[in-house]
């Protein structure tokens, strides 16, 4: 994750990028905490596990709204160029 958004990536000579990058290491930091407790004392924690946790429990549900709305507008297109039939469950009064 340093790699992909480091310090360099924000903008290192400014202020505001600094506090940035602090901002979004806290908030990955926060969140990774939230999804298992701390290991026991001397055992080091499995970060990339954590984050996958994390992006599981947060990203999935935003991904499968956005494929359904997705679905949503292509069925409306496919009905407006006639290409869906009514047998697919699709009535005229569904536009």
Do not use: T
Not at 2 to 18: E, N, T, W
Not at 37 to 52: F, M, N, Q, S
Not at 83 to 89: P, W
Request: aromatic residues 8%.
């Amino acid at each position: 994750m340093k790699q992909r958004y480091g310090l360099g990536q924000f903008g290192q000579k400014s202020p505001a990028g600094v506090y940035c990058f602090l901002l979004l290491s806290l908030l990955a930091f926060l969140l990774s905490q939230l999804m298992e407790p701390l290991p026991p004392a001397g055992a080091v924690p499995d970060w990339g596990r954590r984050a996958e946790a994390a992006a599981v429990l947060l990203l999935l549900p935003i991904l499968r709204l956005k494929l359904l709305l997705k679905q949503e507008r292509l069925k409306r297109m496919a009905w407006e160029l006639g290409v869906v039939s009514e047998a697919a469950g699709l009535g005229p009064g569904y536009a």
